[in-house]
């Protein structure tokens, strides 16, 4: 992991440098390129100092959301940029390197203008920014009561983030509009301590479903990120967690399951604690979850971190037809438009949005209801998932 950020940090420097040659084209006063590269040293000096003060063990929460931000606005628009660069200078090679064009230049710097503006609106109104994405996917074993059955799935809502009591709203509200019959949260209800929840917790337990509400943990939700003064104050937090969970309306499943009923038949939805690949922490147990089940049984997996499919679940002796995961955020920072789908996550997590299938089992990784580190999300828009299950023909 170290070394891929240090890759992606070099990656930044040398296109910050190929990028200034556009800017120093098009502005000639000394002044102004210092002021560039001040810009830079500034910022570096603020990742730097995040890492020495998490090194020590001090909580960088709120500094890091201001150094990312930063990070985002200054860099990515010049990186987005460096292909035109690019398209010139192979011209220039088979004319033999003449100055840089002015217009073209111009026209770098307004596009990275253009890159800024979009990062913008992910910061201020990307967050809230919700996007309802359907899945339909048929089964051949799937129990006949269950054809049309639709799930909601919400993941990540990092309560200690949301300050926007409108616009966590408007999520909400749009999750109940789906109206499906049962709905699902995948883990990280916090970012660090239970006390994050406690304003929301009447907002949230509006959310319905006819056939109930489910949840796990998430990796934040443990407290594992923050000192506590005693042991005992850490699982204070998970335990006053775990009421909120059921205040809320959830029913949490600590590597356990549940029959769900419909017209004398059934489907069988599964819980896992955090299981990550890594340097998380494994508290999922899914042999434990699913020794009392039936390998004829259809069973639909409920597990934070997308990794535990790869790693586990995929290989597991009972056949798990869906895993619903979250975690990765999408990075809450990308590109996807018109079938593309790119994010600097996808470097680190194989599976980070979407939907996946392997040897005949699925996987849908939700982006998240909120957000964390990043005060927004730009081009990876929060989301609610709705999944309708299907009877197929053998």
Avoid at 273 to 290: I, M, P, R, V
Wanted: hydrophobic letters at 45%.
């Amino acid at each position: 992991m170290a070394k891929r950020l240090f890759l992606i940090l070099i990656l930044f420097v040398l296109g910050d440098i190929y990028f200034f040659q556009a800017f120093s084209t098009v502005f000639h006063a000394a002044i102004v390129h210092q002021l560039y590269w001040w810009v830079d040293i500034l910022l570096f000096f603020g990742i730097f100092t995040l890492v020495f003060l998490r090194r020590a063990g001090h909580d960088i929460q709120h500094m890091a959301s201001g150094v990312i931000t930063a990070f985002l606005i200054v860099f990515v628009p010049k990186l987005l940029a460096l292909p035109l660069l690019l398209a010139e200078d192979t011209f220039r090679l088979f004319r033999n390197f003449p100055p840089r064009s002015l217009y073209l230049s111009e026209t770098v710097l307004i596009f990275g203008l253009l890159m800024i503006s979009i990062i913008v609106f992910g910061l201020t109104r990307g967050r809230h920014f919700y996007r309802v994405r359907e899945e339909i996917l048929s089964f051949p074993d799937l129990p006949d009561a269950f054809d049309g059955f639709k799930i909601t799935q919400i993941s990540d809502i990092h309560s200690g983030s949301l300050s926007d009591i409108k616009g966590v709203r408007k999520g909400i509200a749009l999750a109940n509009a789906q109206y499906s019959d049962l709905v699902l949260f995948t883990g990280d209800l916090v970012n660090h301590r239970a006390s994050e929840m406690e304003p929301w917790i009447s907002d949230f337990n509006v959310l319905e479903a006819p056939f109930g509400k489910f949840s796990v943990l998430g990796n934040h939700d443990y407290g594992d990120y923050v000192p506590w003064e005693t042991d005992d104050m850490k699982i204070s937090n998970l335990h006053r967690l775990k009421e909120i969970h059921r205040e809320i309306g959830f029913k949490l499943l600590l590597n356990e399951s549940v029959d769900i009923q419909k017209e004398g038949a059934s489907i069988t939805l599964i819980g896992v604690e955090n299981w990550g690949k890594g340097g998380f922490h494994q508290y999922g147990d899914l042999e434990k979850a699913t020794s009392a089940l039936s390998n004829d049984s259809f069973k639909i997996l409920m597990s934070h971190d997308p990794s535990h499919w790869d790693h586990v679940t995929l290989e597991h002796d009972k056949h798990v037809h869906l895993t619903l995961a979250g975690h990765t955020h999408g990075m809450q920072f990308g590109i996807e438009l018109f079938g593309f789908k790119w994010s600097p996550i996808q470097y680190f997590y194989e599976q980070w949005a979407g939907l996946y299938q392997k040897n005949g089992k699925y996987l849908y990784v939700n982006r998240g209801f909120g957000y964390h580190g990043l005060r927004g999300r730009v081009g990876v828009w929060p989301e609610i998932t709705v999944i309708t299950l299907k009877k197929s023909m053998i």
